[in-house]
Each structure stands twice: as C-alpha cells, then as structure tokens.
C-alpha cells in the first residue's frame, strides 16, 4: 500500500509561483511512475505532468516551460514547480503513483486558486 500526501496548495497571484510536494510511503517507491493531475470545477480530470522511474518526464502542453516536475527517490517524494501561474491554473492538485493495474494510488489533493 502506498500513501499520498500532497501540500504546497494555496492562493498565489497571476505570474506568481507555486512549488507542491508529494510525501510518500511505501520502499518501492523509485519504481513507481509518478504524476501530477489536477481538475478544475465543473471539468474532468487531467493530467499535469508526470516523471517514470528512470527520471523521464512528460508534460500537458499548456504548462511546459512553466511547470517542472522532479523527484528525490532518498525522500520518496515527488515535487511540482509550478511558475507563472495562470488563472486558468485554478484547480485542485493531486498526486499520482503508478506501477501497474494493481498499484495505483491518488493523493487527496491541494487546491492552488491563481487570483488577484
């Protein structure tokens, strides 16, 4: 079994920045694919952002070159930078860990609001 917990959410103004963390359990946690989606109100699931086991990453095409996602396999922790934030970045955050079928585990999630 592996725990999500995500933080780093909060209110942050357009151009601003954000870094969320995904504190994990479990020892096999390097071989897991990990991600980050988010879902704003009243839309679908999406995916963010994600980095495999050898450290390859992938991203959503409205946030490359402003998001960074990374890991630190002696934390078993995975970490979304998130810059120049966008209103249309308002969404709940949540972090993901996948090996197969049979492990795949979601975070509660972190709201991140982009106002003024």
């Known amino acids: 079994q592996v725990q999500l917990v995500e933080s780093g959410g909060g209110l942050v103004q357009p151009g601003g920045s954000l870094r969320l963390s995904c504190a994990t359990s479990?020892?096999?946690?390097?071989?897991?694919?990990m991600g980050w989606y988010r879902q704003a109100p009243g839309k679908q699931r999406e995916l963010v952002a994600t980095?495999?086991?050898?450290?390859?990453?992938t991203y959503e095409d409205s946030v490359k070159g402003r998001f960074t996602i990374s890991k630190d396999n002696a934390k078993n922790a995975v970490y979304l930078q998130m810059n120049s934030l966008k209103p249309e970045d308002t969404a709940v955050y949540y972090c993901?860990?996948?090996?197969?079928?049979?492990?795949?585990?979601w975070g509660q999630g972190t709201q991140v609001t982009v106002s003024s």
């Open positions: 980095i495999t086991s050898v450290g390859r990453t």
């Open positions: 479990g020892s096999i946690f390097r071989l897991y694919t």
């Open positions: 993901h860990a996948n090996l197969n079928s049979n492990y795949d585990y």
